[in-house]
């Protein structure tokens, strides 16, 4: 653990590091591509798509259904329908669906994943300033911390919308950085995916993989971050606080 003797701060993910939003996600996906009487996906689907932000996501859900479709008609003996509308404005219509019913799934369908919650609080305790820096449009993420009460961790957050390069550009991470007032190397940053491991390696911050998430369905273990935890959890002992210790801190 001798990577983490710098550390002056720690930034997290959050779908699919802090948050399992696979159902609320697809649960707008569905609904935007049914409206648009296109295939629904279906979340084990759906969960190789996250990671790059809204507008990546609608072009890889449109892309598929499309696909599907003309699979489905086909088999049918049929031919695939003409689209007299262009492909970009279909996947302009499918975002707007997709804001539209996420709005109403987001909240309902996220979990916080096992032990985040304590683990957040216990780092937060001991006086690590905490950052928060996801892909998900920024008007979404919030409202989201607030409903799952995590909010109250976190010095500085970054949305999607928040700056012009998403991960896994350095951007974010720099940004956390300099309102932190830290140096990149004394930042540790917290992903279940290939694109958090990409932005830590870019902003040269240190990196710590999870391997449950969203990391398009390869393990993160192949890009190469600097620590690889199994769970959550596993940050309290990098830390130097033992799970035990914690459970006493939380009964105090």
């Known amino acids: ?3 983490l003797q710098s550390i002056q701060g720690v930034a997290f993910d959050l779908d699919g590091t802090l948050v399992d939003s696979a159902p609320g996600l697809t649960a707008a996906v569905d609904s935007a591509l049914y409206a648009l009487e296109l295939p629904q996906a279906g979340e084990a689907r759906v969960v190789t798509w996250i990671g790059n932000g809204a507008d990546v996501l609608m072009e890889r859900a449109f892309n598929w259904s499309r696909q ?23 996947i302009r219509m499918l975002r707007k669906l997709f804001n539209r019913y996420y709005e109403e799934t987001v909240e309902e369908g996220s979990f916080l994943f096992p032990d985040v919650a304590d683990t957040l609080a216990a780092l937060h305790a001991k006086g690590l300033p905490l950052a928060l820096v996801t892909n998900k449009p920024t008007p979404f993420v919030a409202p989201l911390l607030e409903a799952l ?6 010095s500085f957050v970054v949305g999607g919308d928040d700056v012009v390069n998403k991960k896994p550009h350095p951007e974010p991470l720099l940004l956390v950085c300099k309102k932190l007032n830290i140096q990149p190397h004394e930042l540790l940053f917290v992903g279940d995916s290939r694109n958090d491991i990409l932005a830590a390696k870019a902003a040269g911050s240190v990196s710590v993989g ?17 620590l690889v935890f199994d769970h959550f959890k596993d940050l ?3 830390f130097g606080l033992s799970h035990i210790e914690h459970q006493e801190m939380k009964n105090d």
């Not at 479709?69 to 492909?87: L, S």
């Not at 969203?214 to 993160?220: C, D």
């Open 236 to 238: 309290l002992p990098a």
């Open 68 to 90: 599907e479709r003309a699979i489905q008609r086909a088999a049918q003996g049929k031919p695939d329908i003409e689209d007299h509308v262009p492909q970009e404005e279909q």
């Open 1 to 3: 653990m001798d990577k």
């Open 210 to 226: 999870l391997t449950y998430g969203y990391n398009y369905g390869e393990a993160i273990t192949l890009s190469e971050p600097d």
């Open 149 to 154: 009460d995590i909010a109250q961790f976190f």
